[in-house]
């Protein structure tokens, strides 16, 4: 019976030192480049907060001593170096007089005006050409309204007609800028390509070629009450240049 039971104890002794083994080279060999074991208080990798200062979140130091990477925002915006580029000469008079109408209208901007003044300038020229008095009325003064209806009142008193074609605006720039009787005023002057002619009753032509393209350039100011909730402009003074 000894020698059985040794012969098995041998045999088991041998079986264990060759899974042992096998488990060595299978698990491999400890190096220090292992992951560390899940930590539960780490969440995400994030530094924790604790006592006083728990509404703090401090960056940890990088390892090896690198600096954290700084965050990237990207250029300033051009418009808050310059909000008159394109407009003004930067601490020319021009850009001081806008900078006097954006102190008390935060609202204002020089292209988003000068877009809506471009609009404003075709639709009042070809509305003035065709009579229109209710596309008038709220684009601009009352003042400046009674102007333009007494002269179509004169045209039409006449039996004249205007046929008018509008090319384009060819350019709008901002001259004058300033606060006047509690508006904001500013100046435009519009150089614009359109073709128009003047007929009497009997469809002569007594102004204007109807084959030619005429260069106009017209001085309009346009105002806003200061405070007002409405957006809109108003043309309050006209000049032909």
């Given at each position: 019976?000894?020698?059985?039971?040794?012969?098995?104890?041998?045999?088991?002794?041998?079986?264990a030192?060759?899974?042992?083994?096998?488990?060595?080279n299978?698990?491999?060999?400890?190096?220090?480049?292992?992951?560390?074991?899940?930590?539960?208080?780490?969440?995400?990798?994030?530094?924790?907060?604790?006592g006083?200062?728990?509404?703090?979140?401090?960056?940890?130091?990088?390892?090896?001593?690198?600096a954290?990477?700084?965050q990237?925002?990207?250029?300033?915006?051009?418009?808050?170096?310059?909000?008159?580029?394109g407009?003004?000469?930067p601490?020319?008079?021009?850009?001081?007089?806008?900078?006097?109408?954006?102190?008390?209208?935060p609202s204002?901007?020089?292209?988003?005006?000068?877009?809506?003044?471009?609009?404003?300038y075709?639709?009042?020229?070809?509305?003035f050409?065709?009579?229109?008095?209710?596309?008038?009325?709220?684009?601009?003064?009352p003042?400046?309204?009674?102007?333009?209806?007494?002269?179509?009142?004169?045209?039409?008193?006449?039996?004249?007609?205007?046929?008018?074609?509008?090319?384009?605006?060819?350019?709008?720039?901002?001259?004058?800028?300033?606060?006047?009787?509690?508006?904001?005023?500013?100046?435009?002057?519009?150089?614009?390509?359109?073709?128009?002619?003047?007929?009497?009753k009997?469809?002569?032509?007594?102004?204007?070629?109807?084959?030619?393209?005429?260069?106009?350039?017209?001085?309009?100011?346009?105002a806003?009450?200061?405070?007002?909730?409405?957006?809109?402009?108003q043309?309050v003074?006209?000049?032909?240049?």
């Amino acid at each position: 019976m000894n020698a059985v039971f040794d012969v098995y104890t041998l045999i088991f002794l041998v079986v264990a030192v060759v899974i042992f083994l096998r488990l060595r080279n299978v698990l491999g060999r400890r190096t220090g480049n292992e992951r560390p074991p899940f930590d539960p208080l780490a969440r995400s990798g994030k530094p924790q907060k604790s006592g006083a200062n728990d509404d703090k979140v401090v960056a940890m130091p990088q390892r090896g001593g690198e600096a954290p990477p700084r965050q990237v925002t990207g250029p300033p915006d051009d418009e808050e170096i310059d909000p008159w580029r394109g407009i003004a000469e930067p601490d020319s008079d021009l850009a001081k007089q806008l900078n006097k109408v954006r102190a008390v209208d935060p609202s204002f901007d020089g292209p988003d005006f000068l877009n809506g003044a471009r609009i404003a300038y075709e639709m009042i020229v070809t509305a003035f050409a065709e009579g229109d008095r209710k596309t008038l009325r709220p684009l601009l003064s009352p003042d400046v309204y009674d102007g333009f209806v007494a002269a179509i009142a004169d045209r039409e008193e006449r039996g004249e007609i205007i046929e008018s074609r509008f090319i384009g605006i060819d350019s709008a720039d901002i001259e004058a800028a300033e606060i006047k009787s509690e508006q904001a005023q500013v100046t435009v002057r519009f150089k614009s390509s359109l073709v128009s002619v003047t007929r009497d009753k009997a469809g002569e032509v007594v102004d204007g070629d109807p084959k030619a393209v005429s260069d106009v350039t017209d001085v309009w100011t346009f105002a806003r009450p200061l405070g007002s909730r409405d957006p809109n402009w108003q043309l309050v003074a006209t000049e032909s240049a």
